[in-house]
C-alpha cells in the first residue's frame, strides 16, 4: 500500500511548525480554550452559588450549551478543537499532522492559563479558595476537629474515571465529528451538540457517581486543569498529573480501535 | 417463489464467521456495548444520588440521549445494534445474516462484561453494593427486624414485562429502522432518536409501574444484564434466565408480525 | 357530478371486507392499538405514583411522545389509524372504504383488549384497583364515613367533553394528515408529531380543568376505552357508552365540516 | 493587494450619513432596544418579584428567548444589531461602514431612553426605587445600623468583567453571524438564538459568580444601561463609564482578533 508513506509524511509534516496560517489558526484555538476556561469555571461556581438542589444537572445543561457554541465558533478557523485531547486524538488518525496538533495543544495551554487569568481577576478571594478556581482537584485539605484532612479521591480510581470517560467521550462523540461522512450527513451544529452533550452528561455522572466531596469531576482536558493549577498552585498540582495521563491513554486507545474497524469508513 | 433458497442461503451464511470484516465491525459492538452499560449504569445511580424528587425521569431522558448518541456512533461501522435483541431481529427477518448476528450477540456480551468491570473500577464498594453494580435484579435481599428478607418482583410478572417491553421496543421503534423506506425517510438522526426514547419511555414505565422496591427495572439488553451477573454474582444471578428469555419470546413474536403483514412494504 | 357514484363505490366496496391485504394491515392496528393502550395506561399509573408536583404535565407529555411514535410505526402498514375515531373519519371523508374501516375498528378493539390484559399481567392488584387499570372512568366509588359513595364528572358533561374535545383533536390535527398537500409540505414525522402534541395538550387539558376526582379524563379513542372495561367489568362499564357515543357524534361533525369547507383544499 | 483602499473608503463613507435608507434602517435598531430594555428589565423585576429560588436562571432563560425574537425581528430590516457593541464590532470588521454604525448607536441611545421611560411609566415608585428601573449598577446605596454604606463591586473587577464578558460574547456568537459562511450554513434562527443564548449564560454567570450585593450583572449593551441612568439619574452614574469603556475595550480585542486569523475565512 503506497498511501503509508504519504501519510507518514503528513503525520510528521514539520513544515507546518513554520506555517504563519497553523499559528494564526492556533489563536482561535487558545482564545476558545481561555473563553472555555473562563465559562466552565464560572459556571461551576454559579451552579454551586445557585439555592438549588440540583447543582449538577443545571451545570452539566450549561457545560453541554456552552461546548457547542464554542466548537461552532472555532471550527471554521481552526477545526474546533479547544482540547489537547481532540487535537491528539486528530493527530492520531491522521486527520491533523503532528506538529499543527503540537502548536493547537501549545495554544490551548496558553489559553488555558489566560482563562484562569481572567477568571482569577473578576472572583472575590473567598470564592476563589472555595472552588479552588474551578480547577481539576482530586482531593482537597479541609479543617476538622482534628485538625486538617485531606479527602477526595483516590489516584488510582480518578485515573480509570479520566481513561474510561475519555474514551467514551472519544468513541461517542469525537468518532461522529472524525467520520465526514458522518459528519456531511448530520451537518456542522448536530456534531457540535452531540460532542457538547456527550460532555455534559459525563461531567454529569462523574461529579455525582463518585459522590466524593473533594473530588472536582472529570478533567478531559488537561488545558483546562493546567491554568488554574498554574495560577493557584498548592494543592491542585497534586495528582496533576492523572488529568494528562489519563486522556493520553485513551487516546492511545482510541487511536487503535480506529485502526481496527473497517478503514474504509473513516476519510470518506 | 425463488427468493426464498437464496434469503435461507443469506440466513445462513456461515462464511461470514470466518470473514476478518465481520469481526473488526463487531469491535465497534464491543465497545458501544461497554460505553452503554458503564453509561447506563452510572446514570441509574446518578440520578438516585441526586437529591431530586424524579431519578426516574432524569434517568430515563439522560438514557435515551446516551443511546441515541451510542447508535449514531456505532451504526456506520456495525449497524448500531450494541444489544442481542437486535441482532437476533435482525437476523430474524433476514436484514443480517445468523453467523453475523452470533458473532455481534458474543462481542455485546464481552462488552457488557468490559463496562461492568469499568464501572467496578471507579465506585466504591457501598455504592456498588446499594446498587448491584446497576444490574438487573428481580429481587434484592435486605436486613429487617426478623433477619434478612428478599423483597422484589415475582418471576412470572418480570417474564411478561421483559416480552411485552420488548414487544413494544421492537414493534414502535425498531420496526422503522428495519423498514428502508421508514429509514430513509425519516433520516438516520430521527431513528436513533426514536430508538432512544422509546427505551427511555419504557425504562419509565418499567420502574415506575412496578414500584417493587428491589427490581431494577425491565432489560431488554441480555448483554446489559450479563455484565454486572458476572462481575458480582450473587443474587443477581436468581432470574436472571428472564432478562434472556424474555426478550427472546418478544423476537418471536416480532418476527412473526413482519413475515404477516404485507410483506412489500419491508426491504423496499 | 359523475364522481359521486365512483366515491359511492369506493365507500361501500364490500369486497375489501374478503381482502387478505386488509386483514394483514389490520394486524398493525391491532398490535398498535394493544401497545398504545398498555403505554398510555403504564404512563398514567406512573405519572401519578411519582413524587411529582405536576403529574398532568409529565403524563401529557410523554402520552403526545407515544402516539407520535406508534403512529410513524404503523403509517406505512395500515395507514396509522390506531384509534376508531381516525378510522371512522377516514371512512367519512372518503379516505378509506367503509369495509376496511370496520375491519381497523375491530381490530383496534381486540388490540384494546389485548393490551389491557398485557398490563393486568404486570401490574400488582393494589395499582390495578386504584387505577381501574388505567381505564375510562366517568365515576369512581370510594369508601367515605358514611358508606361508599360515588365521585366523579355528570355524565352529559362528560358527554360534551367528549364532543368538543374529538372535534378539536379532528379539526386541529387529523385534518392536516387528510388534507394531502399539507401532509406532503410538513413531511409525515411533523404530522405524527402534531396529532400526538394535540392528543397531549387534550388528555393536559381535560384532566386539569374538570378537577373532578373520579373522571379519568377525556377518551377521544373508544378501543381505548373497551379493553379496562372488558377485563376489568365493574365501574368502568357505568357511563361507559359516553366514551363511543361523543366521538361519533363528533366524527359526523367533522364529515360535514369537510364536506361544507372549499373542496379542492382536501385530496390534493 | 487592492481591496484595502476599496474597504477603507467603504469604513469612512460619509455619505451614508445622509442617506434616508440608513435613518429609516435605525427605526427598527430605535424600537428594537427600547423594546429591548423594557422587555430585559420587566424580566429582571418579574424574575425576583416571584417567589422563586432560582431567579438568576428563569431570569438568563427568558433574556436569551427575548433576545432571540427581537433579533429575528430586526435583522431583515437593519442587520439587527441593537446594541452599540455589535454596530462597532461590524464597523471594526469591515461589516458595515462607521457612519452607519454612528447612525445606528445614536438611535440605540434613543431607544434605551424610550425603553426606561416606558418602563417608569407602568411600575410603581417602589419596584421602581428597589430595581434602580433595571438599570447597570456597580453599587448601590443601602440604610445601615451606622447610616447609609455603599454596597457592591469593585469598579476594577466590574471594568474587568465587561471586558471578558463582551469579548466572550462577541468571540462565541457574533463571529458566527458575521462569518457569512458559517451564517448560511447555520440558518438565521439558529444564529440568533446562539447570540441570545450566549446573552443569557453570561448574564447568569455575572449575576452569580460575583455575588456582590449591589451589581446589576454585566451591561455588554451601553445602550441599555445609558436609559435607565439618564432618567433616574443618582447613583446610576457612579461608574457609568465602566459599560461604555468596557465593551469598547472588547472591541478592539475582537477587531484585532478577526484581523489575525487566517483572513479567507471571513466574508465568504
Given at each position: 500500500?503506497?498511501?503509508?508513506?504519504?501519510?507518514?509524511?503528513?503525520?510528521?509534516?514539520?513544515?507546518?511548525l513554520f506555517s504563519l496560517d497553523v499559528w494564526r489558526a492556533s489563536?482561535?484555538?487558545?482564545?476558545?480554550?481561555?473563553?472555555?476556561?473562563?465559562?466552565?469555571?464560572?459556571?461551576?461556581?454559579?451552579?454551586?452559588?445557585?439555592?438549588?438542589?440540583?447543582?449538577?444537572?443545571?451545570?452539566?445543561?450549561?457545560?453541554?450549551?456552552?461546548?457547542?457554541?464554542?466548537?461552532?465558533?472555532?471550527?471554521?478557523?481552526?477545526?474546533?478543537?479547544?482540547?489537547?485531547?481532540?487535537?491528539?486524538?486528530?493527530?492520531?488518525?491522521?486527520?491533523?499532522?503532528?506538529?499543527?496538533?503540537?502548536?493547537?495543544?501549545?495554544?490551548?495551554?496558553?489559553?488555558?492559563?489566560?482563562?484562569?487569568?481572567?477568571?482569577?481577576?473578576?472572583?472575590?478571594?473567598?470564592?476563589?479558595?472555595?472552588?479552588?478556581?474551578?480547577?481539576?482537584?482530586?482531593?482537597?485539605?479541609?479543617?476538622?476537629a482534628n485538625g486538617p484532612v485531606v479527602i477526595g479521591l483516590k489516584?488510582?480510581?480518578?485515573?480509570?474515571?479520566?481513561?474510561?470517560?475519555?474514551?467514551?467521550?472519544?468513541?461517542?462523540?469525537?468518532?461522529?465529528?472524525?467520520?465526514?461522512?458522518?459528519?456531511?450527513?448530520?451537518?456542522?451544529?448536530?456534531?457540535?451538540?452531540?460532542?457538547?452533550?456527550?460532555?455534559?452528561?459525563?461531567?454529569?455522572?462523574?461529579?455525582?457517581?463518585?459522590?466524593?466531596?473533594?473530588?472536582?469531576?472529570?478533567?478531559?482536558?488537561?488545558?483546562?486543569?493546567?491554568?488554574?493549577?498554574?495560577?493557584?498552585?498548592?494543592?491542585?498540582?497534586?495528582?496533576?498529573?492523572?488529568?494528562?495521563?489519563?486522556?493520553?491513554?485513551?487516546?492511545?486507545?482510541?487511536?487503535?480501535?480506529?485502526?481496527?474497524?473497517?478503514?474504509?469508513?473513516l476519510h470518506n
Amino acid at each position: 500500500k503506497k498511501q503509508n508513506p504519504t501519510s507518514l509524511r503528513k503525520i510528521f509534516s514539520i513544515h507546518e511548525l513554520f506555517s504563519l496560517d497553523v499559528w494564526r489558526a492556533s489563536l482561535a484555538e487558545l482564545f476558545g480554550t481561555a473563553v472555555l476556561v473562563f465559562a466552565m469555571d464560572t459556571i461551576v461556581i454559579s451552579s454551586y452559588e445557585t439555592q438549588t438542589k440540583t447543582p449538577h444537572l443545571i451545570m452539566s445543561f450549561l457545560i453541554a450549551v456552552v461546548i457547542t457554541i464554542l466548537l461552532l465558533a472555532t471550527f471554521p478557523i481552526s477545526g474546533g478543537h479547544i482540547n489537547p485531547v481532540i487535537s491528539l486524538a486528530a493527530a492520531f488518525t491522521g486527520l491533523v499532522s503532528l506538529s499543527r496538533a503540537a502548536v493547537y495543544i501549545l495554544a490551548q495551554c496558553v489559553g488555558g492559563i489566560l482563562g484562569a487569568l481572567a477568571l482569577q481577576a473578576v472572583v472575590d478571594t473567598k470564592t476563589e479558595q472555595t472552588f479552588s478556581l474551578g480547577g481539576c482537584t482530586l482531593t482537597i485539605v479541609v479543617p476538622s476537629a482534628n485538625g486538617p484532612v485531606v479527602i477526595g479521591l483516590k489516584t488510582s480510581q480518578a485515573l480509570w474515571l479520566e481513561i474510561i470517560c475519555t474514551f467514551f467521550f472519544l468513541f461517542g462523540s469525537i468518532y461522529i465529528a472524525f467520520d465526514k461522512r458522518q459528519a456531511r450527513h448530520l451537518g456542522r451544529v448536530m456534531v457540535c451538540a452531540v460532542i457538547g452533550v456527550v460532555v455534559g452528561l459525563i461531567v454529569f455522572i462523574s461529579t455525582t457517581v463518585t459522590s466524593a466531596k473533594g473530588y472536582a469531576g472529570v478533567g478531559m482536558n488537561p488545558a483546562r486543569c493546567l491554568g488554574p493549577a498554574l495560577i493557584r498552585g498548592g494543592h491542585l498540582w497534586s495528582g496533576h498529573w492523572v488529568f494528562w495521563a489519563g486522556p493520553a491513554i485513551a487516546c492511545v486507545a482510541f487511536a487503535l480501535y480506529t485502526k481496527l474497524i473497517p478503514s474504509q469508513l473513516l476519510h470518506n
